[in-house]
């Protein structure tokens, strides 16, 4: 009878464990994942306001990981402060290490690839979000079968959507070259066909070289560039660049509430940028 008990308490504690859901590390893999959840439960985003490379850890977020069904997080290249506390976390799945994305090297500020490298803004691949969301639909039907066909039916949705979307963008014709303040947007190139023309820095926190300047200057593709960047580039910087188109993006999707809707207000600024430069 004991043991009967014991069977009972243990199976009611794994339900209210379960019930505490699927939480995802950082904004553009949350907003897919509430497209394939849609209708099934509401997932939680852990490092809300936080981009993954710089995190603050508190304990709450440490509870909403403990309470957790599923973890989803990029990975150590990503999300380096959270590898402690997720490496051996038998319910944690890092994306980068899944085997289901196609992932590009990282390249040098004059567009070299690094070896043994990955540049981890994978989610800016409309093929790898579409990876991610049923790579999210069959870990969740594992756990929860009893709503198979309705993660399966969103992820297959979400699928449909953001591949016709981005393929309003698609053209032959030669690729567009652009800079970066940091390059970060790589996988951005094969569907706006675009062409990487150099960075100012590999480190955005950290200023780019007179050796750098130059070489982007002697080497620009056309009189007018495109130059796309984060919040925080140094306009002290860029400015040096001279002629130059400067569009504010941001690849993070941070305040963003729709991943369908970020991915295409991206790819718009970006494309108006390379065709008001050029000239």
Same mark, same amino acid.
Not at 53 to 82: C, F, M, Y
Not at 94 to 104: F, I, N, R
């Given at each position: 009878m004991s043991r009967l008990i014991a069977f009972v308490s243990l199976a009611l504690f794994a339900s209210l464990s379960w019930a505490q859901g699927l939480v995802v590390s950082t904004q553009p893999i949350y907003l897919i994942a509430k497209e394939i959840t849609k209708g099934?439960?509401?997932?939680?985003?852990?490092?809300?306001?936080?981009?993954?490379?710089? #995190?603050? *850890?508190? /304990? !709450?977020?440490?509870?909403? %990981?403990?309470?957790?069904?599923?973890?989803?997080?990029?990975?150590?290249?990503?999300?380096?402060?959270?590898?402690?506390?997720?490496?051996?976390?038998?319910?944690?799945?890092?994306?980068?290490?899944?085997?289901?994305?196609?992932?590009?090297?990282?390249?040098?500020?004059?567009?070299?690839?690094?070896?043994?490298?990955?540049?981890?803004? #994978?989610? *800016?691949? /409309? !093929?790898?979000?579409?990876? %991610?969301?049923?790579?999210i639909a069959a870990l969740r039907s594992q756990q929860m079968p009893e709503k198979r066909e309705m993660y399966w039916n969103n992820a297959k949705q979400f699928?449909?959507?953001i591949l016709l979307t981005a393929k309003k963008y698609s053209h032959s014709g030669t690729a567009k070259s652009y800079w970066a303040y940091h390059d970060a947007y790589q996988y951005l190139e094969r569907p706006l066909h675009l062409k990487f023309a150099g960075a100012l820095?590999?480190?955005?926190?950290?200023?780019?070289?007179?050796?750098?300047?130059?070489?982007?200057?002697?080497?620009?593709?056309?009189?007018?560039?495109?130059?796309?960047?984060e919040g925080h580039a140094s306009k002290s910087q860029y400015q040096k660049l001279g002629n130059i188109v400067f569009t504010r993006v941001d690849e993070s999707m941070s305040h963003e509430t729709n991943f369908i809707q970020a991915w295409q207000a991206l790819a718009d600024k970006t494309q108006?940028?390379?065709l008001n430069a050029r000239n």
């Open positions: 099934v439960e509401n997932p939680t985003l852990l490092l809300a306001e936080q981009s993954g490379h710089d #995190v603050s *850890l508190t /304990p !709450n977020h440490r509870k909403l %990981i403990q309470d957790a069904s599923l973890v989803i997080w990029l990975g150590q290249a990503h999300e380096a402060p959270l590898e402690k506390l997720l490496a051996d976390d038998a319910k944690a799945i890092a994306l980068l290490d899944s085997g289901v994305l196609q992932t590009l090297p990282l390249r040098n500020t004059r567009g070299v690839a690094i070896k043994n490298s990955v540049d981890t803004h #994978v989610w *800016l691949d /409309p !093929n790898n979000a579409v990876r %991610i969301g049923f790579f699928a449909q959507t820095t590999d480190d955005p926190h950290v200023g780019a070289t007179v050796a750098q300047i130059k070489y982007m200057n002697d080497n620009r593709p056309y009189r007018k560039m495109c130059l796309l960047a108006d940028c390379v």
